[in-house]
Nanobody
């Protein structure tokens, strides 16, 4: 059974930083792409970043240059380093994964429970 558990959320002032972690279990972590998504109140869930099994990374335009996704296969963990945070980054952040090594979409099979990030101005 695949499980994803996020941690690291919290409240921060605009311009600050947070690092989210997502610990995975239940299958060979290194074989699969991992993604971060977020959902703000009243809005649809949106994709933030993806890291493939081979380490290739892609970002949404809204976070490129401020957020960094990385993975530690020895720890079965994916990270999202968030710098220069803005109030519009306030959302519940989710990690997700599916059954391939390249992409993670909003219809991914596996999701964490989410962690709240609140950025005040």
């Amino acid at each position: 059974q695949v499980q994803l558990v996020e941690s690291g959320g919290g409240s921060v002032q605009a311009g600050g930083s947070l690092r989210l972690s997502c610990a995975a279990s239940g299958r060979t972590f290194s074989s699969y792409a991992m993604g971060w998504f977020r959902q703000a109140p009243g809005k649809e869930r949106e994709w933030v970043a993806t890291i493939s099994a081979s380490g290739g990374v892609t970002y949404a335009d809204s976070v490129r240059g401020r957020f960094t996704i990385s993975r530690d296969n020895a720890k079965n963990t994916v990270y999202l380093q968030m710098n220069s945070l803005k109030p519009e980054d306030t959302a519940v952040y989710y990690c997700a994964s599916d059954s391939n090594g390249m992409e993670v979409y909003t219809n991914a099979k596996y999701w964490g429970q989410g962690t709240q990030v609140t950025v005040s101005s």
